[in-house]
């Protein structure tokens, strides 16, 4: 299991390029990435992109690709024809018109700048993403790491917290019955109190029983409550992306422990169901992070 946050970096010289990947992600309802390279490697994003979605799944994700060239083999130098030509067509005339000698050569003309054009040569997509690639699968072990790391500490502390709640649940399911013959006893003592002498109707008092154990009988629920908790407790085990699933799992999880809250009329299973929905609003906290 995944945590949504995690970081990662790399960094390496390959084939005279300073190559460097950082990777940072937080928690996001969906999956949102976006990926940054030098202008001039723009060839390159997509498929690094295709590279992260097929190890990452949900969260927001940045990646930054920096390259730096430490050759200057890819940098080419032209001369602007055109230009030069203009400006040795002046000068000849120039010469011819003053009656100065034409000593005009390569090094002089050298010194006019602007006929000189500097410019990039468009890099080789394939061997330019082989260098990327490796620096980039490095840079996402690293990050990673440090998601399934932050993952496992999220599932120790959801799975004592779910331990809490089915302690919460096997308690209700003890004292259910025992709040029924509570009942039981209290109505007996009050129709005895107010009949005096006279005797009490069994079958009466039979009937209002089953009539309140029906209405407070959390039965159905406290199964599904339980059943959910080993469901959660599955998902965690389980690899790639689980964090929507115990999601949904938590609302369910949710419902059953509100319905018993309203069915109840016993005061120490109210007090247990107010513990046990601090735990999964807690629980819900922690899911969150998770991929």
């Known amino acids: 299991m995944k945590s949504m946050t995690g970081y990662g970096r790399a960094q ?5 390029r300073d190559i ?7 928690n996001h309802r969906f999956f949102e990435l976006s ?4 202008k001039n490697f723009a060839c390159i994003e997509e498929k690094a992109k295709t590279l992260i979605k097929s190890l990452a799944h949900r969260g927001k994700i ?11 083999s890819d940098s080419l130098v032209e001369i602007n024809e055109d230009l030069a030509m203009r400006y040795i067509g002046a000068l000849r005339a120039f010469g011819k018109s003053q009656d100065i000698p034409d ?3 390569l090094s002089s003309i050298s010194r006019f ?3 000189f054009v500097s410019r990039k ?13 490796a620096v980039l699968l490095q840079a996402l072990h690293n990050f990673l790491e440090m998601r399934q790391t932050e993952g496992e500490s999220l599932k120790r502390d959801i799975a004592a917290r779910l331990d809490f709640i089915a302690e919460g649940a096997e308690f209700i399911k003890r004292r259910s019955p025992m709040t029924v013959q ?9 129709i005895k109190e107010v009949l005096e002498d006279r005797a009490v109707d069994e079958a009466r008092i039979v009937t209002e029983t089953a009539i309140f154990a029906d209405k407070i009988d959390t039965a159905e629920e406290n199964v599904r409550l339980i059943s959910h908790i080993e469901q959660f407790r599955a998902f965690l085990e389980q690899d790639g992306a689980v964090g929507r699933k115990l999601d949904f799992l938590l609302q369910e999880m949710n419902r059953e422990i509100n319905t018993i809250a309203s069915k109840s009329q016993d005061l120490d299973i109210a007090r247990r169901v107010v513990e046990l929905k601090a735990e999964l609003e807690k629980i819900r906290e922690q899911a969150q992070n998770i991929e």
């Open 62 to 72: 940045e990646a930054n690709i920096s390259v730096v060239n430490l050759q200057s």
């Open 20 to 26: 460097t990947v950082e990777i940072r992600s937080v």
């Open 121 to 133: 040569s468009a890099p080789n997509e394939d061997s330019i993403w082989k260098l990327v690639s």
């Open 103 to 105: 000593d005009l050569s």
């Open 12 to 16: 390496d010289i390959l084939e005279g």
């Open 182 to 190: 509570e009942y039981r006893g209290r109505l007996y003592s009050k």
């Open 113 to 115: 700048s602007d006929i």
């Open 35 to 38: 990926v940054h390279v030098p």
